[in-house]
Protein backbone atom coordinates (compact mmCIF):
# COMPACT_ATOMS: atom_id res chain seq x y z
CA UNK A 1 0.00 0.00 0.00
CA UNK A 2 1.09 3.42 -0.92
CA UNK A 3 1.58 5.67 1.93
CA UNK A 4 -0.36 8.44 -0.16
CA UNK A 5 -3.42 7.19 -2.65
CA UNK A 6 -4.97 9.41 -4.84
CA UNK A 7 -8.45 8.43 -6.90
CA UNK A 8 -7.35 7.56 -9.93
CA UNK A 9 -7.96 9.54 -12.72
CA UNK A 10 -8.21 11.13 -15.09
CA UNK A 11 -11.41 12.81 -13.79
CA UNK A 12 -13.60 15.16 -15.91
CA UNK A 13 -16.45 17.97 -15.32
CA UNK A 14 -18.59 19.78 -17.17
CA UNK A 15 -17.29 23.58 -16.31
CA UNK A 16 -19.48 24.97 -13.53
CA UNK A 17 -19.32 21.53 -12.11
CA UNK A 18 -18.02 21.03 -8.72
CA UNK A 19 -14.39 19.00 -9.12
CA UNK A 20 -13.97 16.58 -6.25
CA UNK A 21 -10.20 15.19 -5.67
CA UNK A 22 -9.34 12.95 -2.57
CA UNK A 23 -6.58 11.74 -0.82
CA UNK A 24 -5.55 9.24 1.81
CA UNK A 25 -2.64 8.30 3.49
CA UNK A 26 -1.21 5.75 6.01
CA UNK A 27 0.69 7.37 8.64
CA UNK A 28 -1.63 8.84 11.61
CA UNK A 29 1.11 10.68 12.92
CA UNK A 30 0.76 13.13 9.90
CA UNK A 31 0.54 16.82 10.52
CA UNK A 32 0.76 18.75 7.23
CA UNK A 33 -1.36 18.62 4.38
CA UNK A 34 -1.03 20.14 1.15
CA UNK A 35 -2.64 20.30 -2.28
CA UNK A 36 -0.35 21.11 -5.35
CA UNK A 37 -1.30 21.97 -9.28
CA UNK A 38 0.55 20.75 -11.84
CA UNK A 39 0.14 21.91 -15.69
CA UNK A 40 1.58 19.55 -18.02
CA UNK A 41 5.28 20.79 -18.18
CA UNK A 42 5.63 22.73 -15.84
CA UNK A 43 6.59 22.61 -11.94
CA UNK A 44 4.24 22.10 -9.03
CA UNK A 45 2.10 25.25 -7.75
CA UNK A 46 1.02 25.28 -3.80
CA UNK A 47 -2.34 26.04 -3.63
CA UNK A 48 -3.84 24.88 -0.33
CA UNK A 49 -2.57 23.80 3.30
CA UNK A 50 -4.42 22.35 5.84
CA UNK A 51 -3.02 21.13 9.12
CA UNK A 52 -6.24 20.45 11.37
CA UNK A 53 -9.64 19.09 10.82
CA UNK A 54 -12.24 20.49 8.92
CA UNK A 55 -12.37 22.87 5.80
CA UNK A 56 -10.72 25.28 4.67
CA UNK A 57 -11.52 27.77 2.04
CA UNK A 58 -9.62 30.14 -0.47
CA UNK A 59 -11.72 31.09 -3.19
CA UNK A 60 -13.04 28.34 -4.96
CA UNK A 61 -11.23 25.47 -3.56
CA UNK A 62 -11.90 24.36 -0.38
CA UNK A 63 -9.69 21.69 1.35
CA UNK A 64 -11.33 19.40 3.76
CA UNK A 65 -9.43 16.64 6.81
CA UNK A 66 -10.36 14.19 8.64
CA UNK A 67 -7.54 12.70 10.00
CA UNK A 68 -9.44 10.17 11.78
CA UNK A 69 -10.81 8.71 8.92
CA UNK A 70 -6.98 9.33 7.28
CA UNK A 71 -8.17 11.50 3.89
CA UNK A 72 -7.59 14.84 2.96
CA UNK A 73 -9.68 16.29 0.10
CA UNK A 74 -9.84 19.21 -2.62
CA UNK A 75 -13.09 20.76 -3.72
CA UNK A 76 -12.92 23.15 -6.97
CA UNK A 77 -16.07 25.05 -7.14
CA UNK A 78 -16.79 26.48 -10.42
CA UNK A 79 -15.02 24.71 -12.48
CA UNK A 80 -12.95 26.73 -15.28
CA UNK A 81 -11.03 24.88 -18.33
CA UNK A 82 -8.27 26.86 -16.75
CA UNK A 83 -8.44 24.52 -13.56
CA UNK A 84 -7.42 21.79 -16.05
CA UNK A 85 -4.06 20.14 -14.82
CA UNK A 86 -3.21 17.07 -12.37
CA UNK A 87 -3.11 17.82 -8.68
CA UNK A 88 -1.30 16.42 -6.03
CA UNK A 89 -1.69 15.49 -2.62
CA UNK A 90 1.35 15.36 -0.04
CA UNK A 91 1.42 14.59 3.47
CA UNK A 92 4.26 16.14 5.84
CA UNK A 93 5.14 12.61 8.43
CA UNK A 94 4.83 12.88 11.75
CA UNK A 95 8.62 13.62 12.19
CA UNK A 96 7.60 16.28 9.39
CA UNK A 97 11.15 15.69 7.62
CA UNK A 98 9.81 15.18 4.16
CA UNK A 99 6.31 15.53 1.96
CA UNK A 100 5.23 12.36 0.62
CA UNK A 101 3.52 12.92 -3.14
CA UNK A 102 0.56 10.72 -4.04
CA UNK A 103 0.15 10.37 -7.74
CA UNK A 104 -1.65 12.86 -8.74
CA UNK A 105 -5.14 12.58 -10.46
CA UNK A 106 -5.40 14.56 -13.58
CA UNK A 107 -8.67 16.62 -13.91
CA UNK A 108 -10.20 18.20 -17.34
CA UNK A 109 -12.62 20.90 -17.03
CA UNK A 110 -14.93 20.58 -20.32
CA UNK A 111 -15.88 23.67 -21.51
CA UNK B 1 5.68 34.17 -3.47
CA UNK B 2 8.72 31.40 -3.27
CA UNK B 3 12.48 32.55 -4.82
CA UNK B 4 13.63 29.34 -5.92
CA UNK B 5 15.84 29.48 -9.00
CA UNK B 6 16.78 26.65 -11.31
CA UNK B 7 19.38 27.05 -14.96
CA UNK B 8 19.38 26.14 -17.73
CA UNK B 9 15.56 25.68 -18.54
CA UNK B 10 16.38 23.43 -20.74
CA UNK B 11 19.26 21.19 -21.69
CA UNK B 12 20.44 19.37 -24.76
CA UNK B 13 23.92 17.57 -24.30
CA UNK B 14 25.46 14.51 -26.19
CA UNK B 15 26.08 11.09 -24.15
CA UNK B 16 29.38 11.09 -22.35
CA UNK B 17 29.25 15.02 -21.51
CA UNK B 18 29.09 15.95 -17.62
CA UNK B 19 26.52 18.62 -16.72
CA UNK B 20 25.77 20.66 -13.13
CA UNK B 21 22.34 21.57 -12.71
CA UNK B 22 22.08 24.79 -11.00
CA UNK B 23 19.65 25.35 -7.86
CA UNK B 24 19.66 28.09 -5.75
CA UNK B 25 16.79 29.66 -3.14
CA UNK B 26 16.81 33.10 -1.30
CA UNK B 27 14.16 31.82 1.29
CA UNK B 28 17.10 30.74 3.80
CA UNK B 29 15.49 27.53 3.85
CA UNK B 30 17.53 24.60 5.31
CA UNK B 31 15.71 21.65 3.79
CA UNK B 32 16.25 21.11 0.02
CA UNK B 33 15.44 18.66 -2.70
CA UNK B 34 15.90 17.27 -5.80
CA UNK B 35 12.87 15.42 -7.96
CA UNK B 36 12.77 13.69 -11.48
CA UNK B 37 9.70 13.44 -13.35
CA UNK B 38 8.89 12.38 -16.49
CA UNK B 39 6.14 13.43 -18.51
CA UNK B 40 2.93 12.36 -17.09
CA UNK B 41 4.59 10.34 -14.30
CA UNK B 42 4.80 10.38 -10.70
CA UNK B 43 7.51 12.85 -9.04
CA UNK B 44 10.58 10.74 -7.55
CA UNK B 45 13.01 11.96 -4.64
CA UNK B 46 16.48 11.72 -6.37
CA UNK B 47 18.44 13.65 -3.51
CA UNK B 48 17.94 15.68 -0.37
CA UNK B 49 19.62 18.02 2.15
CA UNK B 50 18.80 19.23 5.62
CA UNK B 51 21.61 21.33 6.05
CA UNK B 52 25.13 22.63 4.66
CA UNK B 53 27.36 19.57 4.24
CA UNK B 54 24.09 17.03 4.60
CA UNK B 55 23.27 15.28 1.64
CA UNK B 56 21.05 12.08 1.47
CA UNK B 57 20.04 10.02 -1.65
CA UNK B 58 16.14 9.67 -1.99
CA UNK B 59 13.90 6.84 -3.01
CA UNK B 60 14.91 6.61 -6.40
CA UNK B 61 18.29 5.24 -7.37
CA UNK B 62 19.86 8.43 -9.40
CA UNK B 63 23.49 8.20 -10.98
CA UNK B 64 23.56 11.80 -10.25
CA UNK B 65 25.32 13.68 -7.02
CA UNK B 66 24.66 16.46 -5.21
CA UNK B 67 26.57 18.82 -2.89
CA UNK B 68 25.60 21.43 -0.13
CA UNK B 69 28.27 23.96 0.57
CA UNK B 70 26.32 27.01 1.03
CA UNK B 71 23.04 27.31 2.07
CA UNK B 72 21.30 28.76 -0.82
CA UNK B 73 22.67 26.48 -3.46
CA UNK B 74 21.99 22.88 -4.35
CA UNK B 75 23.78 21.59 -7.41
CA UNK B 76 23.37 18.31 -9.14
CA UNK B 77 25.93 17.03 -11.40
CA UNK B 78 25.80 14.43 -13.75
CA UNK B 79 29.24 13.02 -14.47
CA UNK B 80 28.42 11.57 -17.64
CA UNK B 81 25.08 12.21 -19.37
CA UNK B 82 23.23 8.96 -21.07
CA UNK B 83 19.96 9.09 -22.97
CA UNK B 84 18.20 7.24 -19.71
CA UNK B 85 18.84 10.58 -17.97
CA UNK B 86 16.30 12.20 -20.39
CA UNK B 87 13.18 13.62 -18.05
CA UNK B 88 12.57 16.91 -16.29
CA UNK B 89 14.37 17.82 -12.99
CA UNK B 90 12.73 19.74 -9.86
CA UNK B 91 14.56 21.64 -7.23
CA UNK B 92 12.34 22.76 -3.93
CA UNK B 93 12.90 24.04 -0.83
CA UNK B 94 11.48 24.14 2.24
CA UNK B 95 11.20 25.78 6.12
CA UNK B 96 10.84 24.53 9.46
CA UNK B 97 8.49 21.73 10.55
CA UNK B 98 6.08 20.77 8.30
CA UNK B 99 6.38 23.36 5.79
CA UNK B 100 5.51 23.05 2.28
CA UNK B 101 7.59 22.88 -0.61
CA UNK B 102 8.19 25.09 -3.10
CA UNK B 103 9.56 24.36 -6.75
CA UNK B 104 11.61 25.86 -8.88
CA UNK B 105 10.76 26.13 -12.47
CA UNK B 106 12.73 22.63 -13.13
CA UNK B 107 15.24 21.75 -15.93
CA UNK B 108 14.37 19.92 -18.92
CA UNK B 109 17.31 17.75 -19.97
CA UNK B 110 17.12 15.93 -22.97
CA UNK B 111 20.26 13.34 -24.05
CA UNK B 112 20.70 13.14 -27.17
Known amino acids: QKEVEQNSGPLSVPEGAIASLNCTYS??????FFWYRQYSGKSPELIMS????GDKEDGRFTAQLNKASQYVSLLIRDSQPSDSATYLC???????????FGSGTQLTVLP | EADIYQTPRYLVIGTGKKITLECSQT?????MYWYQQDPGMELHLIHY???????EKGDLSSESTVSRIRTEHFPLTLESARPSHTSQYLC???????????FGNGTRLTVT
Open chain 2, 49 to 55: SYGVNST
Open chain 1, 90 to 100: AVASGSARQLT
Open chain 2, 27 to 31: MGHDK
Open chain 2, 92 to 102: ASSGQGGSPLH
Open chain 1, 50 to 53: IYSN
Open chain 1, 27 to 32: DRGSQS
